[in-house]
């Protein structure tokens, strides 16, 4: 009632259309109101909460052909040209119950794909939200070949249009507007997000990215290097995943307490500088399941060791030690990475019939030298986003199998430097987070549940919920002192095992018992 009185006010009520109420209405009328220049809008639609929502027109490739939606929201689909040879296709997810915020989503890896769950989970949030499909379709590179304009997209114009378009329908959706203005993204959407920062410091006035693909080109090297490290699984420096198993229990056997509690996790990897030599099968070894061969441990130590390039200077620091379970079936599967192919077939030598098998590091510096529409996405200065009132919070898992969380801490040591601010002086506006036992993104053997996204929910309050904490920060001006994450007993959103709050970097996780390391109250950050 209080709802249509509302509208019939604003005199919306009087074009009700019999069996909705005023919220559908408006959403039904909604496409014919958006007359802004580029766009083309497919439909605009109500979708009521408890839809499992029918994606159709997704590509195959981006493997989500439906969506749970759990709240009243009105969906609207345009197409939007970015120049005469690219598009990008945006949704707008407005709910019923809205709390006066703006939101945009980000992508992951090459895509490519909208991440509806990412729009379905900030809906429920109550954020008006936006989500684009970063310029094509799918999860391949191919698109960018011969595209420089789909390419643009990527590097950074499909997340500036998506907002520049979402503020303004936002805006004529509810009579009220919207007060403040968020990012939540991880991986290419972290790197999307700090893009943001560094291109467009007043498009957010708060930026989650988690685990961002920065150092882009540097990263995709990195990502291809691994390859020529193991070979193929039939060469004598190939490790199968059972053997990564056993050089995983080895680095936690050596680096486990030194956080001072034997958890399986690794608190501060900076410390962990494991000698896989003990691994080396003994001359009299019968049983040789549980050791390796010489050839065999120098894949590991290379592994563990940074990138470096063409003139010995650094271009991607180390794997992190402790993700090898996960990293094993993706980064040391005896095959070329696929993104990192992608991008030198598709981009650097504009090539379909490359192969990545004879990479080297003069590849990566011929893709250094183009680095396409700044995509490294490497600024160090960002006073403009602080002179803005922005803030960053920025988090990474130490677990991370497809990007080292050892780039994050780099980036924060070149901002540091770059800006000639101390840490205290940093955080007034921008806080990063190591995650102990997080994959990439989520996953993982620790409490990696801070409310990044749907899957890992762990409730909406700020302590729980880096996206909420962000808000709280932007609006009450309270900054957050630690990410609380939990360990879910049965998987993601399952109930919780235990917390840990993480500290902000960089201070560093201690075990002070006593009791035991699932009480979040016996550690300490130092
Ligand atoms: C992406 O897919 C959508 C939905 O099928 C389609 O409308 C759009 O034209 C496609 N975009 C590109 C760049 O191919
Ligand atoms: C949505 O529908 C698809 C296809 O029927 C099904 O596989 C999926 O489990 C459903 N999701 C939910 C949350 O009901
Ligand atoms: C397309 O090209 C025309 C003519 O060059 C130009 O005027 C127009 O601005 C271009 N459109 C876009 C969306 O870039
Ligand atoms: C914006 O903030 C003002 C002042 O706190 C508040 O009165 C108003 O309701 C807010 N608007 C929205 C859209 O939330
Ligand atoms: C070899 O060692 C592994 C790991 O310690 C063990 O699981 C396996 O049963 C042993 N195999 C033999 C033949 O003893
Ligand atoms: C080494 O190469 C990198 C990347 O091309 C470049 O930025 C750096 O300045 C070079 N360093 C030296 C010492 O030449
Ligand atoms: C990679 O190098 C090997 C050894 O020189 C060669 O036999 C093979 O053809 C090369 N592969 C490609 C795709 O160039
Ligand atoms: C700590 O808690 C875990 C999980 O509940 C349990 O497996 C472990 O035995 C406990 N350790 C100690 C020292 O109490």
Known sequence: MTRLYTFSLLGLASTAIAGQDAFQTKCSQFADKINLPNVKVNFAEYVQGGTNLSLPDNAASCSASYQAVSVDLCRVAMAISTSNSSQITLEAWFPREYKGRFLSTGNGGLSGCIQYYDLAYTAQLGFATVGA???????????????PEVLRDFAYRSVHTGVVIGKELTKKFYEEGFNKSYYLGCSTGGRQGWKSIQKYPNDFDGVVAGAPAINFI?????????????????????????????????????????????????EDPDLCHPIMETLICAPSAKNTSSCLSRAQVHTVQQVLSPLNGLNGTQLYPRMQP???????PIMYNGQPFKYSNDWWKYVVYENPSWSGENWTVKDAAAALAQNPYNIQTWEGDLSLFQKSGGKVLHYHGLQDQLISSEDSKWYYSHVAETMNLPPTSLDEFYRFFTISGMGHCGGGDGAYGIGQGLSTYAGSDPD???LMAMVKWVEQGVAPEAVRGTR?????????????KHCRYPRRNVFNGPGNYTDENAWECV
């Open 133 to 147: 499909n970063n310029g094509h379709n799918g999860t391949s590179g191919e698109p960018f070949y011969h595209h």
């Open 218 to 266: 540097n990263l995709l090297s990195w990502s291809a290097h691994f390859f020529p490290i193991t070979g193929s699984p039939s060469s004598d420096t190939y490790l199968s995943t059972a053997e990564w198993k056993v050089v995983h229990e080895e680095i936690i056997r050596q680096c486990d307490a030194i956080d001072g509690a034997k958890d399986g996790i690794i």
């Open 322 to 328: 402790g993700s090898e379970i996960l990293t094993a």
């Open 464 to 466: 729980d919920n880096v």
């Open 488 to 500: 879910f007993v049965d998987g993601p959103g399952s109930k919780a095992e235990y917390r840990r």
